[in-house]
């Protein structure tokens, strides 16, 4: 089939470069050049695991092509999936102005039926009042369909073509044919709902699993003080069939585009129903001050003043260059006040460091220039490049992700 996905994004590109990897011909469209050339170059403007390989090779196949003219790719299309951000306003609910200008893009380019995708994520209610009414307008024939992500930074692609299911949240019979026939030689079993349960689906979804992250992480808080590998905790915890040892991790809790983002949406949305959302502001509560007790622990050892405190790791997660709402910001912007002198390594991030914090603090060429040049080393994310016990040798360390060291002073934040 020819689809159209409208954003090149960690979501878009994803889907586009996925979806061309099982024969259908895909235009991606973006209104950034340099991403477009990027991406027509074999370049992937994002690192994830596979991507480049995928992306190559559609390339090479003349599946996959990224464009700037959405008019023409709309109209030769069958499907079109809206794949474009929905950052989040200061009151943790989402912008939908992409999502508008995506719509009203498509339905100014509707010239016969083709199935409107909204694929990025928002908050129940959004596919049926806000896209629907703005396909409307175009008089013409179309079918609607919700159809959210469920993938890992780090493991997107992976997740894209082998995840746990696909579910559809359709308008009707027709849009759920031509939905099926797009993922006819996916593996994943599919799950067809209504719109507003789909974007439901995905919100409980995320919600679920950061409040697993954020009970480890206070259920860890108490061991620590007790003496108690919560490692071992959720390992016994994990062994019920009914809980899942996944996303059981103690640690320096949770970040990236989705989980902080997708949590305060449903709190907002609660809030506009006049349904308190207690349980998920405790889980951001816990969240937001994980990463500070990090460098509470390192106060016990050393004042961090015009002392040189050692980074391991920026990005949110190891496998992603991804540092929005990383707890290493919170880290940084912490250390930054108390004076600190701040050097930082991330194999994959420090260019998107870079933008954000130019010459405050020193960015290393590699690990090891971090570790010799500091006064204590905080472990932020858990590549598997910093997994070497012999590094950390004479040094005053803060774990927060259960790394294996010898180092002379050591504290994990949750054990």
């Given at each position: 089939?020819?689809?159209?996905?409208?954003?090149?994004?960690?979501?878009?590109?994803?889907?586009?470069?996925?979806?061309?990897?099982?024969?259908?011909?895909?235009?991606?469209?973006?209104?950034?050049?340099?991403?477009?050339?990027?991406?027509?170059?074999?370049?992937?403007?994002?690192?994830?695991?596979?991507?480049?390989?995928?992306?190559?090779?559609?390339?090479?196949?003349?599946?996959?092509?990224?464009?700037?003219?959405?008019?023409?790719?709309?109209?030769?299309?069958?499907?079109?999936?809206?794949?474009v951000g929905t950052p989040s306003r200061e009151d943790g609910s989402i912008n939908l102005d992409y999502i508008k200008t995506a719509a009203e893009t498509v339905s100014q380019n509707l010239n016969n039926y083709k199935v409107i995708v909204v694929k990025s994520t928002v908050v129940p209610g959004t596919t049926v009042n806000v896209v629907?009414?703005?396909?409307?307008?175009?008089?013409?024939?179309?079918?609607?369909?919700?159809?959210?992500?469920?993938?890992?930074?780090?493991?997107?692609?992976?997740?894209?073509?082998?995840?746990?299911?696909?579910?559809?949240?359709?308008?009707?019979?027709?849009?759920?044919?031509?939905?099926?026939?797009?993922?006819?030689?996916?593996?994943?079993?599919?799950?067809?709902?209504?719109?507003?349960?789909?974007?439901?689906?995905?919100?409980?979804?995320?919600?679920?699993?950061?409040?697993?992250?954020?009970?480890?992480?206070?259920?860890?808080?108490?061991?620590?003080?007790?003496?108690?590998?919560?490692?071992?905790?959720?390992?016994?915890?994990?062994?019920?069939?009914?809980?899942?040892?996944?996303?059981?991790?103690?640690?320096?809790?949770?970040?990236?585009?989705?989980?902080?983002?997708?949590?305060?949406?449903?709190?907002?949305?609660?809030?506009?129903?006049?349904?308190?959302?207690?349980?998920?502001?405790?889980?951001?509560?816990?969240?937001?001050?994980?990463?500070?007790?990090?460098?509470?622990?390192?106060?016990?050892?050393?004042?961090?003043?015009?002392?040189?405190?050692?980074?391991?790791?920026?990005?949110?997660?190891?496998?992603?260059?991804?540092?929005?709402?990383?707890?290493?910001?919170?880290?940084?912007?912490?250390?930054?006040?108390?004076?600190?002198?701040?050097?930082?390594?991330?194999?994959?991030?420090?260019?998107?460091?870079?933008?954000?914090?130019?010459n405050k603090i020193i960015l290393a060429d590699n690990k090891e220039e971090v570790v010799k040049k500091s006064d204590a080393v905080l472990i932020i994310t858990d590549w598997d490049e910093f997994k070497v016990p012999e590094l950390y040798k004479n040094k005053i360390v803060i774990d927060g992700r259960k790394i294996k060291t010898n180092?002379?002073?050591?504290?994990?934040?949750?054990?």
């Amino acid at each position: 089939m020819n689809i159209t996905v409208i954003g090149t994004g960690y979501v878009g590109l994803t889907t586009g470069v996925c979806m061309a990897s099982k024969g259908h011909k895909v235009y991606c469209v973006d209104i950034s050049k340099e991403k477009i050339d990027a991406i027509n170059s074999g370049t992937s403007p994002i690192y994830e695991e596979g991507m480049d390989d995928l992306l190559k090779q559609a390339l090479k196949k003349g599946l996959l092509k990224a464009t700037l003219d959405a008019e023409n790719s709309i109209k030769d299309s069958e499907v079109v999936f809206i794949c474009v951000g929905t950052p989040s306003r200061e009151d943790g609910s989402i912008n939908l102005d992409y999502i508008k200008t995506a719509a009203e893009t498509v339905s100014q380019n509707l010239n016969n039926y083709k199935v409107i995708v909204v694929k990025s994520t928002v908050v129940p209610g959004t596919t049926v009042n806000v896209v629907k009414p703005v396909m409307d307008k175009s008089k013409k024939s179309y079918g609607l369909c919700m159809n959210p992500e469920f993938l890992k930074e780090g493991t997107a692609v992976k997740d894209f073509l082998e995840g746990d299911r696909i579910v559809l949240g359709v308008i009707d019979d027709e849009s759920e044919d031509v939905m099926r026939k797009v993922y006819k030689d996916f593996p994943q079993k599919i799950f067809v709902t209504n719109p507003t349960t789909a974007e439901m689906i995905k919100y409980a979804n995320n919600s679920l699993l950061a409040a697993k992250i954020s009970f480890a992480n206070e259920v860890g808080n108490v061991c620590k003080k007790l003496g108690i590998n919560v490692y071992e905790v959720m390992d016994g915890v994990g062994m019920d069939k009914r809980l899942c040892r996944s996303f059981l991790n103690a640690g320096i809790g949770f970040g990236g585009s989705c989980f902080p983002k997708d949590v305060k949406a449903l709190i907002s949305k609660g809030e506009e129903l006049k349904e308190p959302m207690t349980l998920l502001k405790s889980v951001i509560s816990v969240n937001e001050k994980q990463p500070i007790k990090m460098v509470e622990l390192l106060k016990k050892h050393l004042n961090p003043a015009n002392k040189k405190i050692g980074l391991l790791g920026l990005a949110f997660k190891k496998g992603t260059d991804d540092v929005r709402e990383a707890p290493s910001l919170k880290i940084i912007d912490e250390l930054l006040s108390l004076k600190a002198e701040v050097i930082a390594y991330d194999p994959e991030a420090m260019s998107n460091v870079k933008k954000i914090y130019n010459n405050k603090i020193i960015l290393a060429d590699n690990k090891e220039e971090v570790v010799k040049k500091s006064d204590a080393v905080l472990i932020i994310t858990d590549w598997d490049e910093f997994k070497v016990p012999e590094l950390y040798k004479n040094k005053i360390v803060i774990d927060g992700r259960k790394i294996k060291t010898n180092a002379e002073i050591y504290e994990g934040i949750c054990w």
